[in-house]
Each structure stands twice: as C-alpha cells, then as structure tokens.
C-alpha cells in the first residue's frame, strides 16, 4: 500500500460548450499523504471546483476525462462504477462545501440529515443519534442533543459549517476534501474553523484536501501547498518553502497581492493585470505568459517543463532553467 | 403566526366586504328596477313596490349594505325570494358538492401531474421530457367547458361508460363516485398539465441546489436524494398555486356542474342568476368568495407547515 | 418584425402555433369570402345534417351551416380578444405606473382593489354583471377588461417600482424631471416588453372566457354566431348530433393551442427570464 491516500496522475477534464472543448483541467498531478494536509491555491476559474468535483466525480453533465487516473486507497476512481463510487462517498471521502449557508437541506432538520447519511451503518435510531450527537459536541456546539431537532436556517453560518464538518468527519473518513470552507465566513469565524480542522484532523487521523483562494489560511493549515492556475498546476512544495521561496511569477504575485502581506501603505491594492487566457484555444507555450513580469522569447512557444527547484520544491517555469 | 393569521383573516373580511359592496354598487346603479326584472313586465306598481320592500331595495344602497353585513353577523344571508327558504341553508346544502368535485379533481391532478413533473425533470431534454411539455401546455389551454363537453360527449353519450347527469343517489357512494370522474378529469385536466410544468421547474431549480449536491456528496442513494431530499422543496410552490387557483378551480366548476346538471355552488349561482334571485346570487357569490380567501390562507398555513424557513418567520 | 416572425418560425411549437393562429385568423378575417354559406340563413329542411360536401362541418337544428357559422364566430372571438386585452392593457398599465409611482396610500388601495378582483371567482363574477345588465357582447367585454386589468396592473407596478428604485432615475428625479417624463421616457419602454408577452399569452384566455359566457347565453345574442353558442346549441342537442359540440370545440383548441404555443415560444426567443415570473 502506498503511503498516499489520494494520487492524481495525469488528469485532465475538459467542458463540452457550444465553441469547442473547455479544458478545465490539463495534465494535473497531485498527491496526498497519508495524514497531511495538502492545501490547493489559486484564483477563481483555475479549476480547483472541478478537481473536487472530478475526485468525488460529482462533474457536471457535459464534463468529460480524456485522460488521466484518480487513484484513492489503491483503487482508480475512475474505473469505478457508480454503486461503487457512492459506497465510497461521504464513508471513505468527504467534502465540506464553500457556501455552509446552502449545502444542507433547508426543509429537514439537522439531526435527520445526521442520521440519513449513517445509513450505512446497521445501527438503531437511538444509536445513530447518539452518533450524531456527539459530533456536534466535538465541533463546538453547545447542548447538541437538544438541537437535532432545529432546522439549519436556526443556525449562524459558522455554526452551519461546523455542522457540515461534523457531518463529513461523522463516518471518519481517510480523506476530507474542503472546498473553500471559510470563504463565506466573518475572519475570526475562519480561525476557529482553522483551528477546528486542524484538531480533528490530528484526531480522527484523516487527510485533509484544503482548497481555498486565501493564502493566510492555506499557510496556517498546510504541509504542502498546490499552486493551480488556468487549470494547470504551476508550483508545489512544502508550505515554508512555498511561501518563502515562491519560484513561480505567478506565486509571487499572489503573495504580493494578499493584504495581509502587505508592509508598505499603499494608495491601491495590488492587482495581476490580465486574464485568464482562453481555456478553448489554449495559447503555445506558457500558459502564464501573458501575465507574466519575465516573459522571455522561449515562453512565448515552449511549454515550460516541470522541473525540481528544490528538495520537494516543484515548478513549471522557464526562469527556474536557466 | 398570531399576528400572521389575524393580519390575513383581516385582509379577508376586508376583501370580501369590498366584493359584496361592489356587488350591491352594481345593482344599484345598473338601468332597471331588479323587483320589476324579476316580476316581469306585466306585474302591478303595487305588487312592484311591495317585492322592492321585502328585498330591502328600497332603502338608501348604504343602508342595504350595512343591513346585509349586519344580517351576516348573525350568520343571516336572507330568504330567497322564489322558494322563502333561508339563503344560508340553501348555499350549504349545495356546497359539500362543489367542495367534493374540486378536492377530486385537485387530487386527481396532482396524482398524476406530480409525478409527471419529476420525471420530466430527471430525464431533462429526452424525448419524453419534450413530449410531457407539448401535452402539459396543450392541457393547460383546453377550457374546462370545452373539456367537460367533449368528455360528456365521448364517455357518456357515445361511449356510455360514465353517466351524463346529476351527482348520483345520495347515500350510495359508488354511485356518487362514478358520477364524479367524468367532471373531476374536466376541472383537473388543465391543473394536470400546470402542475407538471410547475413542478418540473422547480424540481430542476431544487436539483441544482447546493444541498443536493452534498446529499449526493454523502452517497445518499439517488432514489433517496431525489424523493425525500429534493421533491420535499420542490412541491412547496405547488401548495401555493393550489391555494391561489381556488378562483380558477370554482369557475371551472361553475361550467362543469352546468354541463353535467350537477348539484354545486356553481350551478346554484347560475341557476339564480338566470331566475334574478338576488339574495341567493349575493349569499353564493360570498360564500365562493370567502372560500377563496379561506383556501389562499390554508395553503399559506400547509406551506408553513413544510416549510420551516416560513414557519419561523410567520 | 419580420426577423422575429422567422425566429418563431424556426421553433417547431413557434411554427404549429403560428399556423393555428394564421389559420383561424384568415378564415375569421375572410370568412365573407371563404364561407359557403351564410351563417344565419334558415334552412329547416337541411336541419341536424351530418357532414358532407356540402356541409363540412354539418347543420345545426335550424338547417345553418356549421362551417360557416365558425369561421363568422371567429370573428366575434377574435374582436373580443382584441379590444379587451388592447384596453386592460391600457388601463392596467396606467393604474400599475400610478401605483408604482404614486403615493403609499395610492399604492395600498390599488393593490386591494387588485388583490379584490382577482379573489373574486372571474366566471361568477362576469355572471353575476352578466345578470344585472344584460346579456351582451359589450357587458362580455367590460367585465373581461375588469377581470385582466389586475394581471397587467400588477407586472407594470413591479418593474415601476424597480425602476424607480434605479439610481439614474433618482439623479434624474433630484434635477427636477417630472414624474410624466420619467413615466413615458423611462418606465414604459422598460414595462411594454414583459407586457406584450404577457398580453399575448392572454388571449386564449380572454377566448375562453367569451365562449363560455356565450355558451351559458350570457355572451353575444343569438343569431351572432359565436364558438360559445355554437357549443350552447350542441350541449341541447346532444343526444341527437355531436357535431356542433366537434364544430365549436375544433377552433377553440386550435386557437389558445396556437396563441399559446406562439407566446410560449415569443417568451423563450424574447424575454427568457420571464419564464419564472409568466
């Protein structure tokens, strides 16, 4: 057995539109140890919604997979059929969704939605509840017994989303994908939430796919780090080195970019001038290019390889090469 | 929901008192004295003036209205003026009948025009979905009469599977459920194609919620997401459009009862238009109207009901 | 026009609905022209014919031919529809921006005006008019416009309100504009397109309603031929000929068939986003 739970190799997953083929995702690699937390950084539009939704093949209808394998506890997702992949889902694999707001079911009350999922288990109703019960004591609610029976509008939104990680963590499973899980929160909400993970997660002994746009949170919480842009994964390392070394343009300027990196006062905030190129008709070369500060002769044509920066420090840029 | 339910039953005294004022505005000031309509052209000024007293049309209008609401604080609606009997007991005897053929008929409906919906919205663009759509609108359109007509036609006169008239012998209910489909398909045919599309809508609205999406993500079997996750929020708006199609569904069955010579509010109401039976005109029309307010604000409490992001907030 | 006319054309329920409405509207328009008879001309020794060459469609009691007398009733529908909507609309709209527009207190009576029409049953509503004053195509058409007013009144009040709440429209109102600029400069294109649809979508409706009131004999007056009393005069003779019921019933699915899957597809190449609120 290998000592990763999640192995990504080579996946690529394009949308079908009315002008061509949406490539999504191109060529991703992506591992994730056992008992890590491995966070996914990028901007919105650079494919971190459709990895998840390809890990938990959720994709939407005119998504397809040209090529690649998802390999999770040692057996391709993809060559699972559907009874097999829902036996894996929300059991071994569990995902906490960005909006807490939104992801339960507004008209059943929490303790039924609690107990629905354990269906599974061949357990009694008291049991189940019971089970329930004790994890929402484990992520902070208060006299938890007693709210099984509220719906999920009587609660604040932390409080939903500490709801939705009880519920993901309550068959304990080896991964837990958490798309964005702090976004819609007030800050302080999204340390407690932080720390909540971060607790658990040493707990229940789980790994953690942390996807998140918010560099501070990903710093906080990671032990690798993932950088995705226009659907291609630029950068990966370990968080300090990440963070302290960035060796891609585009890491660089994410960092510069976050407020909270910010020294000097400032009449703006920084910006990355640009757009995300056309995902149809891809650009030759690098994908960053047009963006890029660098930007030399050989990355107007060359797709730049991906190539070891240092230890376990990985980029795909043409400046690392020379 | 105290202050929900008082602000709604005002609403409805208010609304079925602006209808009876509007009623009696209209025979007020239409040409023509109703006691002479009534009696005929051949009738004395004496016997005229005389049937003016006993329908109070002689009194100031204002003094009328206020009569008549006073009359139905005391749960009086008048005498109907052709048989003396009173208007109240009249408009009960008649209404269990209506009510009866508009719960068939919504049931019926909503047996069929449900489940319809769902299926057209989990095999979205196929061809069933495509044809589910053509026929919903193609029912919804057809009018309840021409339904009712052409059905009577078909089923009873041609076919004689169904029996043509009345409501069946009292008492025996085999007979009075027989009697009863042939009317019941008339009114609920357009109600099935309205409630397919209806539901066919909001099942994909509720399909792309987010909520499902995680149900599907904890590996919720798919029967499980889609009739005890989705179809829950997805038939709310059908409560609504029920509750609020009461005006619709007495029309309609104004027509069917008159084409199948059914006992019914309907029938009565037109019965007593066609012989000027003003009191009995004015006790219907209230009564239809006051169940129309009554059903608007039931369907509100039923939504509350299943819903409990309303009920917190009534 | 005439590249929306080929949108819809190119829908295939666009297309049956166009047909159907073209149909019907041609043989109403000519029907002096197209009908082989004359639809009120007595001819007792043809009564209760069942169709034939010479009848297409049959007789009726008084020996009148069917045909004839629904292309003739077409006419009647066809005008009613019109004029009623064409003045609901009017008078809809104005109340609506009035509303919209207006004082609080305005607005709170109009809506209850409104909410008071719609609870009241439209059909006994027009029945009990019906009685008062008399059967007659304008009673029909008076009490029809009372009953459609709300539906356009309460669409021009919502998009009223929603403009006015727009910040160029605020700028516009603190620099003086008056109100009767902002309504005919601003308001009304805005209101008009949702509107149309709406109107359109009406129709059968508006149809549906004149044949019924004129199948309970409290529409047009005999002999005017009308889908309505054609229907009235085969629900009396049932039992001895179906084919005044096949005769009247025929145009009046074909029209809210066609007038409905014309405005169903005119919405979708339209307005798409009405298709929550319609």
């Known amino acids: 057995m290998s000592s990763d739970v999640l192995t990504v190799t080579d996946l690529s997953v394009h949308y079908r539109t009315d002008h061509g083929a949406l490539q999504a995702l191109r060529h991703v690699n992506l591992d994730v140890p056992r008992g890590s937390i491995v966070g996914v950084v990028g901007e919105s539009g650079c494919g971190k919604s459709t990895l998840i939704a390809s890990i938990i093949r959720l994709l939407a209808g005119n998504a397809f997979i040209p090529n690649g394998r998802i390999e999770f506890e040692s057996r391709n997702l993809l060559d699972l059929d559907e009874a097999a992949m829902r036996d894996l889902r929300g059991n071994r694999m569990s995902v906490v969704f960005q909006d807490p707001m939104s992801t339960l079911n507004p008209v059943l009350t929490i303790g039924r939605q609690m107990t629905d999922i354990q269906y599974r288990r061949n357990a009694s109703r008291a049991d189940k509840q019971r089970r329930a019960v004790e994890m929402l004591a484990r992520v902070g609610i208060s006299d938890p017994a007693s709210r099984l029976g509220q719906f999920p509008h009587e609660f604040s939104g932390g409080m939903q989303q500490r709801i939705s990680i009880a519920m993901a963590l309550q068959a304990e499973p080896a991964l837990l994908i958490a798309d964005e899980p702090t976004t819609a929160l007030d800050a302080t909400l999204e340390v407690q939430i932080i720390h909540l993970l971060k607790d658990l997660q040493t707990n229940i002994g789980c790994s953690i796919l942390f996807i998140s746009h918010h560099l501070g949170v990903i710093a906080e919480l990671c032990d690798y780090v993932v950088v995705m842009y226009a659907g291609e994964i630029v950068e990966e390392g370990t968080a300090r080195d990440v963070f302290h070394r960035p060796a891609h343009p585009y890491t660089e300027k994410l960092l510069q970019c976050d407020p909270a990196g910010i020294a000097a006062k400032s009449r703006s905030l920084p910006t990355i001038p640009g757009e995300i190129p056309d995902l149809v008709e891809l650009p030759a070369g690098c994908i960053f290019k047009n963006r890029c500060g660098y930007v030399m002769e050989r990355c107007d044509n060359v797709v730049p390889a991906w190539t070891e920066s240092a230890g376990t420090h990985f980029v795909s840029c043409h400046r690392t090469q020379t | 929901m105290l202050l929900y339910l008082i602000k709604r039953v005002t609403l409805g005294v208010v609304i079925v008192m602006l209808a009876v004022t509007l009623l009696f505005c209209m025979i007020h000031l239409v040409p023509g004295d109703p006691a002479r309509i009534l009696l005929g052209p051949r009738a004395t000024p004496e016997l005229i003036a005389s049937m003016s007293a006993r329908m109070g049309l002689d009194l100031p209008m204002p003094v009328q209205v206020l009569r008549f609401f006073a009359n139905l604080l005391r749960g009086d609606l008048g005498m109907d003026i052709i048989t003396n009997r009173p208007v109240t007991e009249i408009v009960f005897g008649q209404l269990p009948y209506t009510l009866w053929l508009i719960f068939t008929a919504i049931v019926f409906a909503a047996l069929i025009g449900i489940p319809l919906g769902c299926y057209s919205a989990l095999h979205r663009n196929t061809l069933a979905d495509r044809i589910t759509g053509v026929v919903s609108v193609a029912c919804i359109t057809a009018p309840a009469f021409v339904v009712a007509l052409c059905s009577l036609l078909l089923f009873a006169v041609t076919l004689q599977w169904f029996p043509a008239v009345g409501a069946g012998t009292r008492g025996d209910v085999a007979d009075q459920a027989v009697h009863l489909v042939l009317p019941a398909f008339a009114i609920g045919l357009s109600w099935i194609g309205y409630l397919a599309r209806l539901v066919r809508a909001s099942m994909l609205e509720v399909m792309g919620e987010n909520h499902i999406r995680t149900a599907r993500a904890y590996g919720l079997p798919e029967r499980v997401v889609v009739y005890r996750y989705a179809l829950k929020l997805a038939v709310l708006p059908t409560v609504t459009v029920i509750g609020v199609g009461m005006g619709f569904l007495l029309s309609a069955a104004l027509f069917t009862e008159i084409v199948f010579a059914r006992p019914g509010i309907g029938k009565l109401i037109y019965d007593s238009i066609v012989t000027r039976n003003y009191p009995v005109v004015m006790g219907s029309v209230l009564i239809s109207t006051v169940l129309f307010v009554i059903s608007t604000t039931v369907s509100d409490l039923v939504n509350a009901w299943l819903d409990p992001r309303i009920r917190t907030s009534l | ?278």
């Open chain 3, 1 to 278: 026009m005439i590249d929306v006319l080929r949108r819809v054309f190119g829908d295939p329920l666009g297309r049956i609905g166009l047909i159907l409405v073209t149909l019907v509207t041609v043989g109403a328009l000519f029907a002096a022209f197209i009908a082989p008879y004359d639809p009120i001309a007595l001819n007792i020794r043809d009564r209760l014919q069942d169709p034939s060459a010479a009848h297409f469609l049959g007789t009726d009691q008084l020996g009148r031919d069917l045909f004839s007398r629904v292309l003739y009733g077409g006419q009647v529908a066809l005008k009613v529809a019109l004029i009623t909507i064409g003045v609901a609309l009017f008078i809809g709209v104005a109340l609506g921006m009035v509303a919209g527009f207006g004082p609080r207190w305005l607005d709170n009576a109009i809506m209850l005006f409104f909410d008071t029409i719609r609870s009241f049953p439209t059909v006994m509503f027009a029945l009990a008019t019906v009685a008062l004053v008399g059967p007659s195509l304008e009673t029909v058409i008076a009490v029809i416009v009372v009953t459609t007013i709300p539906n356009y009144g309460r669409v021009a009040r919502t998009q009223t309100l929603s403009i006015k709440s727009n910040e160029y429209i605020k700028a516009e109102r603190a620099m003086g504009a008056s109100t009767a600029r902002m309504l005919s400069v601003h308001v009304l294109p805005n209101v008009m397109g949702p509107l149309m649809i709406l109107a359109s979508m009406d129709i059968p409706t508006v149809i549906a309603l004149e044949a019924g009131l004129s199948f309970l004999g409290m529409g047009v007056k005999p002999p005017t031929p009308s889908w309505g009393s054609i229907l009235n005069d085969g629900y009396t003779l049932i039992r001895n000929t179906p084919w005044p019921i096949v005769a009247g019933s025929i145009p009046l699915l074909m029209v809210t068939l066609g007038f409905t899957f014309l405005g169903e597809s005119l919405r979708d190449l339209i307005d798409p986003k009405l298709r929550r609120t319609v």
